[in-house]
């Protein structure tokens, strides 16, 4: 199938497609990588007027390091993510996840932007989000809102966007932790079954779920029974039989909603019982 016609205009900066998206925001769909977007126009899923292409803003671009919290622009490429000294040195939990995404071609042109504002719930960024305790930055008509991740994904490809703003940025707050991700697909680069992206800090440790349910979500009765001392093996027990209670049951074709379950709780002893042992601890500083 082909998409339905429609024009095509490259912004030349934040505030032009702004103003794009004003003057027509159901009508009108912003472009980054396109590999979600093009999909989704060839099935006639989406059918806009306009397509405004921001692949190439250098607003959106970058990765910076101000203190204790690191700043990635919505345009980066997964595939520049992958390979970026500052992410593998503050967030490697986005290159681990990253890993995963799709196939080289994919990442090449799909953007950290695109794949949270697509807000698929099998993807792996939205989680990760989550267990980095990250903030949107986004602007609008109205100027700029921070938004917390736990705030931003609101449902089934749903977020806290309005049809009017975009996603130009996302902060990490830098803290000493421990990090680990995990996902069950039936073949490497195909959205997950089940997938945990995790980390702990001093004060807490964050579990977040994707492809359980409608959206990423966190694990709040689990990352509870884990507690703030020190792991062993009965702590994560406990957690695994509070996963119960935090994922919804969700039956689909890949999976039933107890075969889902004991999957997470396989993910969960996975990525945490190695967390047991401090001398495998990785330490991410500022
Ligand atoms: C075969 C295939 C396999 C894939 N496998 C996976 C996978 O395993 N895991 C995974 O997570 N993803 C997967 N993807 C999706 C891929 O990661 C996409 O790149 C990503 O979901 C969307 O990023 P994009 O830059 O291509 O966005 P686009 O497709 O250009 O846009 C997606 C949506 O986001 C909006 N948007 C884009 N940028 C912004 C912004 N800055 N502000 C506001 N709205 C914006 C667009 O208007 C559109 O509605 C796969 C894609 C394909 C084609």
């Known amino acids: 199938m082909k998409s339905a016609a429609f024009d095509y205009v490259r912004a030349g900066s934040v505030a032009e497609a702004i103003a794009r998206l004003a003057a ?66 503050h967030a490697p939990l986005i290159a681990e996840a990253l890993a995963h995404v799709a196939h080289p071609a994919i990442r090449s042109r799909g953007t950290l932007g695109g794949s949270l504002a697509n807000a698929d719930p099998a993807a792996e960024l939205p989680a990760v989000m989550l267990a980095l305790d990250a903030t949107m930055i986004i602007e609008g008509p109205s100027g700029t809102r921070h938004i917390k991740a736990t705030d931003f994904f609101t449902g089934m490809f749903e977020t806290a966007l309005a049809a009017d703003e975009i996603l130009i940025a996302l902060e990490i ?55 703030t001392g020190p792991l062993n093996h009965e702590r994560i027990a406990a957690a695994c039989t509070a996963l119960a209670q935090d994922l919804p049951a969700h039956d ?10 004991h999957l997470a709780r396989v993910l969960l002893r996975r990525v945490i019982t190695p967390w047991i042992n401090p001398s495998i601890r990785t330490p991410i500083t500022a």
């Open 173 to 227: 707050p830098i803290r000493t932790q421990r990090s680990g991700f995990a996902e069950l697909a039936r073949r490497h680069g195909d959205y997950a079954i089940i997938g945990l992206a995790a980390t702990m800090t001093a004060d807490a440790t964050r579990l977040a779920f994707f492809a359980g349910g409608p959206t990423a979500q966190l694990a709040q009765r689990a990352a509870g029974a884990l507690g």
């Open 252 to 261: 689909d074709p890949e999976a039933s909603a107890s075969m889902r379950l």
């Open 24 to 89: 027509d925001p159901f009508g009108t769909k912003l472009l980054a990588g396109g590999q979600s977007l093009l999909p989704a126009l060839n099935l006639r899923l989406s059918a806009p007027a306009l397509l405004v292409d921001i692949a190439r803003l250098p607003e959106l671009a970058g990765i910076t390091l101000t203190g204790t919290t690191l700043r990635i622009g919505a345009g980066c490429t997964h595939a520049s993510l992958l390979t970026a000294p500052e992410i593998a040195r």
